[in-house]
């Protein structure tokens, strides 16, 4: 056991209870959206079930996980902007955009914990000691801000001017 953390084992506890409900919010989501879209037939529905997969995959850490699912989430960025006339309905749900858009930031901010980049710029005494939740925290926070902008999204018609 190490002796200037005797907390460690706590820590495993903490990350690995966090990872695997992470595990269950990614799925669950996913799951709901593949639903939505079956019910729907609405392609929207799809391309979100295929996101949350993406985070779920990212989740279970193979090999690669990082750069595959970051490719992955550019590739279908770049086909919603090719296909936005499928998109532009939702697009205009404040709600949507404003929950993608802390769910992503949640989601750099938990990444950015996770490699620990903040740690030369902005010394934290013993962050150490909270490193491992706040990571596993935020990404959950993410992941929840992601899918419920994804499942709950209404389409809008556009504004007569």
Not at 15 to 23: P, Q
Request: contains cysteine.
């Amino acid at each position: 056991m190490n002796n200037i953390y005797p907390y460690d084992r706590e820590e495993i506890i903490v990350k690995n209870a966090w990872e695997e409900i992470a595990l269950h919010v990614t799925s669950a989501f996913c799951f709901m959206c593949l639903l939505r879209f079956l019910y729907s037939k609405d392609k929207f529905f799809l391309w979100a079930s295929g996101m949350m997969m993406i985070f779920h995959v990212r989740e279970i850490h193979p090999p690669n996980a990082n750069v595959v699912a970051y490719l992955t989430l550019l590739w279908l960025f770049y086909y919603a902007y090719k296909n936005h006339h499928l998109f532009a309905g939702y697009i205009r749900s404040k709600y949507l955009v404003t929950l993608l858009g802390v769910g992503f930031f949640t989601y750099v901010l938990a990444v950015s914990a996770d490699e620990r980049v903040w740690r030369d710029w902005i010394p934290i005494p013993g962050e150490q000691i909270f490193e491992v939740k706040l990571e596993e925290t935020l990404e959950v926070l993410g992941h929840l801000a992601i899918g419920c902008a994804l499942l709950f999204a209404t389409k809008k018609t556009p504004a007569n001017n």
